[in-house]
């Protein structure tokens, strides 16, 4: 079923990614805003001179060390780095107790707005409280350090506390986002041998309570074939007061343990190599990686990239990025970078449109939001929705803007400075990865001249480059693969359990240079752009999510044989999931007329959506006889995107038997199951 072998050709249309490339427009920074900008020009030079050196004075500059390092980089064991190795440090006691002992305890850490409007302020004080009470409940549970802790719940104040009181105890967490189904958690549990997951009852989506709970007995519960659950306790957070089922011995309380709990935790002072956390995420084979971070130059990185990459100044800043914390941006830019930074920021459990189109704007406008970090499907909808939503708000406290998790097209850059920006702000398009741990690739604001659709330049102590099939570096105007060529600070430091496939995965393709797995460009000036993946991964409003997985959920449903998944091009979610399948002979005539195939469409859907979760769920399942294979039996996904696409189907030579492509078209051509939700 997969196709490992990476094409040179972007899983974006390549038509539409040409015309990026001629895109002249130029920001530069305005002379105001470089005057006073954290970021400095010189700072490349600086870093260039040696990398390592730069990397420890920031780990000196901006984390608090109980033991300083003497130790800088060893590469020895690459491709595992250690960084900062006979440091010692604690990550929450950096994220919060030091701000309250620099007397900074009265600045609020988070501005909370529920979903349903109910809102939540809490100071650096009162987290570094909370913190410690949730650090001991956990104690008190039996969680000690290197234990691993699962944590599912919606975007609360609860899951930032929950987050950094594992951190305190030096207990890695795995946030489990809560899109995700009660299978897909089974197997992150088992894989993590969680020995505790925090959940809660339920959280506010689109208005209405949804329910946490009820995934969580089932991913724990006895299954014929599984071994034993390694969880122990499951601690819950009272959130929209729905019935839950509950195991005596087993079920605890969240309000009750932090109540019974100290105010008081010493923190666990851990080596800078110990795990922070680690966080699934979605591969070119169907079983996700776990990707394990480590302490200290992942806060390094992430703290030096949030003051720089968007210019924070904490005393007057309030930052808010949309990210939800079961993604690797709400870790990095959404708990430990303005964390560690001192930052105030708004945090919010809800969707842009719930109760209205407007209620991004309206919070921005109602907590005076000066830095904005989101995604371009987000940036799409709203140019849907039109501009006339965001210009009934006030949104003239918004100074720096930031795009990250696809490539953002142009016209979204410009109708995101032009609408939301008021023509005045810097934008900051950032690429990086769940492997990567912070931002490795961003204008810097202040310094550079912006263009829009394009990252442009890696950031200070930060080494990329673009190269072709044999490695070789691309001469600017040239295209080929992304790849990372020194080792940095917050990079994941393996697959948890597997250290093959991390050496397989990232540093096989290419001899010693880390594969991003990403297509990109250089332009004239050198800059780079992303042009989208180049292996088996679809990002799909910004999430990502693995072909292969897609299809080995819908062929472990009774009545499929074989399944093919794309990703195919789409205006507001980048790419959208297209699925082909053929059925088992028994089941082939079910999708014959309209109303079969609507049926089918529907049950795997849903089928998709119990095993992988509802952000998996093909947007169309065309049922066909045959799927288009080469003579090595490898599927054509090229050639199914071009159907998927409404294009002309491309060359199909290579294909054993080339009639199957007009069998699929005719097919097609015929009353499908191809409607959209
Ligand atoms: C993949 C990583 C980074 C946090 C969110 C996603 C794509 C990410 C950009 C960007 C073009 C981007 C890449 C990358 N991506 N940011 N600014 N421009 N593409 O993290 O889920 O690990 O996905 O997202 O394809 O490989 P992730």
Redesign the pocket.
Known sequence: MTDTQPSTEPSGSTASLENLLHETRSFPPSPEFAAQANAQPGSYEEARANRPEFWAKQARELVTWKTPFTETLDWSGAPVARWFADGTLNAAYNAVDRHVENGLGDRVALHFEGEPGDTRSITYAELQREVARAANALAALGVTVGDRVVIYLPLLVESVVAMLACARLGAPHSVVFGGFSADALRSRIADAEATLVITADGGYRRGAPSALKPAVDEAIAPREGDSETTVRHVLVVRRTEQEVAWTEGRDVWWHEALEAADTFHEPAWVEAEHPLFILY??GTTGKPKGILHTTGGYLTQVAYTHKNVFDLKPETDVYWCT?DIG???GHSYVVYGPLLNGATQVLYEGTPDTPHRGRWWELIEKYKVSILYT?PTAIRTCMKWGEDIPGQFDLSSLRVLG??????NPEAWMWYRRVIGADRTPIV????????GGIM??PLPGVTAAKPGS?QVPLPGIAADVVDDEANPVPDGGGGYLVLTEPWPAMLRGIWGDLERYKETYWSRFEGLYF???GAKKDEDGDIW?L??VDD?M?VS???LSTTEIESALVSHDIVAEAAVVGANDETTGQAVVAFVILRGEHANRASDAEGAAQVQEELRSHVAKEIGPIAKPRKILVVAELPKTRSGKIMRRLLRDVAENRAVGDATTLADSSVMDLISAGLNAPSAANED
């Open positions: 995420t979605s990210a993604w690797v941006t995604a795009s990250v998790g696809e490539p953002i398009d950032t690429w990086w990865q769940t492997e990567t690739i961003s990252a991003a797995g990403d992303l989208g993946r991964v990002n910004g999430h990502r």
